[in-house]
């Protein structure tokens, strides 16, 4: 089975933090995505990356970078975290042209 | 960009009823997911049905590409089908699929 590993179910941070969400794959896929859910608005594409060192902004990529370094490592760093930037963040990954596995989510709270 | 419509978008069941949950897309897709998500946030893959049909257990799943529809059905249902499920589709980007698109869900909830 594929496993996408976020690094925190839970996280609290403080407005202004340099805030990092790690996310693991261990299935050597190609792709991997950020998305964001709040009520109301669903589920948003912040980033995703279909390769190493390679990155595509979303939908809602303001205030937000990420890096991959490492084909199975995919990181989202809230720059300057904000309190609009309170949610619940979802990475997934999938092999080219295959359905997306999603991560457990990390809910975050910016205070 | 492309729209994903899910009806209902609420719906109440009796343990052991069998339902119909149904999503619209508005455009031509190369891929199409359903998804649960349980109380606990996490979002289960259910499918992964770009066309035809699918079952796996207690639940099935239709995609008619050409009329630009999915159905998801679930029978028997249990009070651990409670959630909110959620049709997504896929775009390609350039060879690779790119980002889903999601609709907006249909919670359900199953009463003992």
């Known amino acids: 089975d594929v496993k996408v590993t976020q690094s925190s179910r839970y996280l609290v941070k403080r407005t202004g933090e340099k805030v990092f969400l790690e996310c693991v794959q261990d299935?050597?896929?190609?792709?991997m995505f950020w998305y964001r859910q709040d009520p109301g608005l669903g589920l948003r594409l912040i980033y995703f990356?279909?390769?190493?060192?390679?990155?595509e902004k979303g939908d809602i990529p303001e205030g937000y970078s990420v890096s991959r370094e490492k084909k199975e490592r995919f990181s989202l760093i809230l720059e300057s975290a904000s309190t609009n930037q309170t949610s619940m963040y979802l990475c997934?990954?999938?092999?080219?042209?295959?359905?997306?596995?999603f991560g457990d989510g990390t809910r975050l709270s910016i205070l | 960009g492309i729209q994903v419509e899910q009806s209902p978008p609420d719906l109440i069941l009796q343990e052991g009823a069998n339902s119909t949950l149904r999503c619209n897309f508005s455009d031509s897709v190369n891929n199409l997911q359903w998804f649960h998500q349980n109380p606990w946030g996490q979002l289960i893959n259910l499918f992964y049905i770009p066309s035809g049909t699918k079952q796996n257990g207690r639940l099935s799943a239709t995609t008619v590409a050409t009329e630009r529809y999915s159905l998801l059905y679930i029978s028997s249902s249990q009070t651990t089908d409670s959630g909110v499920y959620f049709c997504a589709v896929a775009l390609y980007y350039g060879g690779s699929q790119g980002n889903l698109i999601f609709g907006k869900g249909t919670k359900l909830s199953v009463k003992p």
């Open positions: 990356s279909y390769d190493v060192k390679m990155k």
């Open positions: 997934a990954s999938s092999l080219l042209v295959q359905p997306q596995h």
């Open positions: 299935m050597d896929h190609e792709n």
